[in-house]
């Protein structure tokens, strides 16, 4: 059985195959579909199949996924473009005769506030309308977003954000890349959807206090309304536009759009997902 990945030299897409690999699956059998051939070099030496294809070509995609039984198919990470590079690859995998697409959603994707939904919803819908078999992986948020806020607090005490006691149900992304190893590596997982959510979830004060733990001193949670918060990141650097968009995804998680009280993700991966404290100190 041949697994292909896309993203393939990106974070998330690294810790997919080799949580692939931890399982069993031949390096000859994992295809990293990758834009940049130089950033897959490591997975080349180590006897991947590397494929050179971006998102938007479909014809490259088609032959990358050539003889691919299995699809983990990562969601491209330009916010407005990835439907598009999505439907050029789920067109691509229908071409090839893929016989099953995990792909990773989000968290709530089919209720979320959040504005990151639209295009996963988009996405869901075109893997339903394909006709290929299909496995929704509805990814939480990643414990590796906050490490910024670990420099933040290191330089003033602080953390800064807008979400109010919204509670987020963040693992870690080794934890989302070994669900997905799961999913294309054994059965009966076509047609589920699964609400990936880390346990237990936090709010951002209760962060606050984990990274103070890492640190060896107190770390307060400052909340701000949505237009502090902006200019609070505008003021460290952040585009007025990225700014604007970072403090709109925390008024959703203030509305709870990052929680979940799903086992989905411990019941995949068989332990619980990995502590905050644990991926922040690294």
Same mark, same amino acid.
């Given at each position: ?57 479909? %014809? &490259?995609?088609?032959?990358?996924? +050539?003889?691919?039984?299995?699809? *983990?198919?990562? #969601?491209?990470?330009?916010? $407005? /473009? ?87 149900? %963040? &693992?870690?992304?080794?934890?989302? +890349?070994?669900?997905?190893?799961? *999913?294309?590596? #054994?059965?009966?997982?076509? $047609? /589920? ?88 100190? &690294?």
């Amino acid at each position: 059985m041949r697994i292909a990945v896309t993203g393939a030299a990106g974070h998330l897409g690294r810790l997919v195959i080799a949580a692939l690999e931890s399982r069993g699956v031949a390096t000859a059998d994992i295809v990293a579909i990758v834009r940049n051939e130089a950033k897959a070099a490591d997975l080349a030496e180590r006897g991947v199949q590397v494929a050179v294809a971006a998102y938007e070509d479909e %014809a &490259a995609l088609t032959t990358a996924l +050539a003889g691919v039984d299995r699809l *983990v198919l990562v #969601s491209g990470s330009e916010v $407005g /473009k990835r439907l598009a590079q999505h439907t050029s690859i789920i067109t691509a995998a229908k071409a090839a005769g893929v016989a099953l697409i995990a792909y990773t959603s989000l968290l709530n994707a089919d209720t979320s506030t959040l504005d990151l939904a639209e295009e996963h919803r988009a996405t869901e819908a075109l893997l339903a309308e394909s006709g290929i078999p299909t496995v929704l992986l509805r990814n939480g948020w990643y414990i590796e977003n906050f490490a910024s806020a670990v420099e933040t607090a290191r330089a003033t005490g602080h953390t800064f954000g807008a979400a109010g006691e919204g509670r987020v149900s %963040a &693992a870690a992304r080794r934890d989302y +890349a070994e669900a997905a190893a799961v *999913v294309v590596t #054994s059965e009966g997982h076509a $047609g /589920k959807v699964y609400e990936l959510a880390g346990r237990p979830a936090f709010t951002y004060a209760q962060l606050a206090a984990v990274i103070g733990g890492i640190l060896g001193t107190e770390v307060t949670y400052v909340d701000q309304s949505a237009g502090e918060y902006a200019s609070t990141l505008k003021g460290a650097g952040l585009p007025a536009p990225i700014a604007a968009m970072f403090a709109g995804w925390d008024v959703a998680t203030a509305a709870g759009a990052l929680y979940s009280d799903s086992d989905d993700l411990q019941r995949l991966i068989g332990r619980e997902s990995t502590p905050a404290a644990e991926v922040l100190s &690294a």
